[in-house]
């Protein structure tokens, strides 16, 4: 067993390990790593967010551009620390009334076109290929009432009752398939990260698998 002589390689085997030590029970190794990994995140995700947005989008055009009117979102913005102060905590409402209607109101129709309009496009067409013929005209008209009866299950506009209600139930059922295939999509990638860093032990440091 020969051990790797590069210190960032020890270093990494040391972090895997107190992140495995969750294992046992959490204990100041696991929080250890933790605290450092959230730490380094934020840290990072500051710089990116300042040279990417606000240096670009306020910095410049405020003090190089003199284009005064983009102070107004840099204080919408800068209302968000407000979340600190607790007599003042109520104004940070301001800033996320902003961010949710607008992120919402420009997301609904990209959302529509290519969540629903799209997909039932695609749908249909593959459920009226004939010219396809076996099984991927079978899984098209699958595809085809697994769409539609999910949409069912959403529409709202009158009570589920009769015809609605049957295919309301039939798509919890194709719901209830997506979700169970998401969990297990899930499951996979975190048990590949579980095998990367094993391999990760095994070769980059004791050298026991080359």
């Not at 913005?77 to 407000?82: D, K, L, N, R, T």
């Not at 860093?197 to 440091?205: H, I, N």
């Amino acid at each position: 067993m020969i051990f790797s002589s590069n210190i960032g390689v020890w270093i990494a085997a040391f972090l895997t390990l107190c992140i495995f030590s969750f294992l046992y029970k959490e204990n100041p190794f696991y929080r250890f790593a933790e605290h450092l990994f959230v730490g380094i995140s934020a840290g990072y995700g500051v710089a990116v967010y300042f040279n990417n947005a606000i240096w670009p989008n306020l910095v410049i055009p405020v003090f190089v551009q003199h284009n005064f009117l983009f102070i107004i979102p840099g204080v919408i913005g800068a209302m968000f620390f407000f979340r600190f102060f607790s007599k003042l905590g109520y104004l940070i409402l301001i800033p996320m009334a902003v961010l949710l209607g607008m992120g919402n109101g420009m997301a609904l129709a990209p959302t529509i076109q290519a969540d629903v309009i799209r997909q039932l496009q695609s749908t249909v067409a593959d459920a009226t290929n004939i010219g396809q013929g076996g099984w991927t005209l079978v899984w098209g008209l699958v595809s085809f009432i697994g769409v539609i009866t999910t949409l069912s299950y959403f529409f709202f506009s009158r009570e589920q009752k009769g015809a609605l209600k049957v295919s309301a139930n039939i798509g919890i059922w194709f719901i209830m398939i997506g979700f169970g295939a998401s969990f297990g999509n899930t499951v996979m990638a975190r048990i590949s990260l579980l095998i990367g860093r094993v391999q990760f032990l095994l070769t980059d440091w004791i050298h026991i698998i080359k």
